[in-house]
């Protein structure tokens, strides 16, 4: 079955270290975003692709990093920098826009905790 | 920028009744989509319903329809004949629709609906 697979479910990280989280799809989509999820905050955008080999900063892009290089794959890195990485993180893919194709399609998430 | 507004945290019905989830959203472009998306305890993001904004016809959905007011910015979310499986956080989404941020979504804060037996 077609879809995006994010893994793993949960991850724990101690302060000061690198983790990167997985997004992978097999739904053939040109486009890839990585949207964070607070309690009562609603989701917010963190990067987003459009294309393999190119990426460009969401709202809320500092203290994390991305790269694309297959169009099936568009892992998360959430550095040191970022101060407050606690959160539930959501990936999404969806097509090139036509009228009809506008829906997103989104992973699982990632359950990411800070000890 | 997109900015979408959801004002009720927390919304409840009865089983079998009906109940409309309020979104106002905000934005400058001409053509653009709205979204509601169901989020359950399992937290896997569900599209519920989308609206094409050059439509004038509300979107329906089998029981869900939208009543949307272009003028007044207004997309709201109608569940009629409300099941337990209903139960969730309701996120209005908003989308240009189409050049280079095509597809990126804008939330809002989220509703949490409670159904009722």
């Known amino acids: 079955d077609g879809g995006i697979t994010q893994s793993p479910k949960y991850l724990f990280r101690k302060e000061g270290q690198n983790v990167t989280l997985s997004c992978e799809q097999n739904?053939?989509?040109?486009?890839m975003y990585w949207y964070r999820q607070d309690p009562g905050q609603g989701l917010r955008l963190i990067y987003y692709?459009?294309?393999?080999?190119?990426?460009q900063k969401g709202d809320i892009a500092e203290g994390y990093s991305v790269s694309r290089e297959k169009k099936e794959s568009f892992p998360l890195t959430v550095t040191s920098a970022q101060k407050n990485p606690t959160a539930f993180y959501l990936c999404?893919?969806?097509?090139?826009?036509?009228?009809?194709?506008?829906?997103?399609?989104f992973g699982q998430g990632t359950r990411l905790t800070v000890v | 920028a997109q900015t979408v507004t959801q004002s009720q945290p927390e919304m409840s019905v009865q089983e079998a009744e009906t109940v409309t989830l309020s979104c106002t959203y905000d934005?400058?472009?001409?053509?653009?989509?709205l979204f509601w998306y169901k989020q359950p305890p399992s937290r896997q993001m569900i599209l519920v319903i989308r609206?094409?904004?050059?439509?004038?016809q509300n979107a329906t959905e089998n029981r869900f329809s939208v009543n949307f007011q272009k003028a007044a910015k207004s997309f709201s979310l109608k569940i009629s004949d409300s099941q337990l499986g209903d139960a969730a956080m309701y996120f209005c989404?908003?989308?240009?629709?189409?050049?280079?941020?095509?597809?990126?979504?804008?939330f809002g804060q989220g509703t949490i609906l409670t159904v009722h037996p």
């Open positions: 609206q094409e904004a050059y439509k004038q």
């Open positions: 739904l053939n989509h040109d486009a």
């Open positions: 989404a908003s989308s240009n629709a189409g050049g280079t941020s095509y597809g990126k979504l804008t």
């Open positions: 692709s459009q294309i393999v080999n190119d990426f």
């Open positions: 999404a893919s969806s097509r090139a826009p036509t009228v009809m194709n506008t829906e997103a399609f």
């Open positions: 934005t400058s472009e001409s053509d653009y989509y």
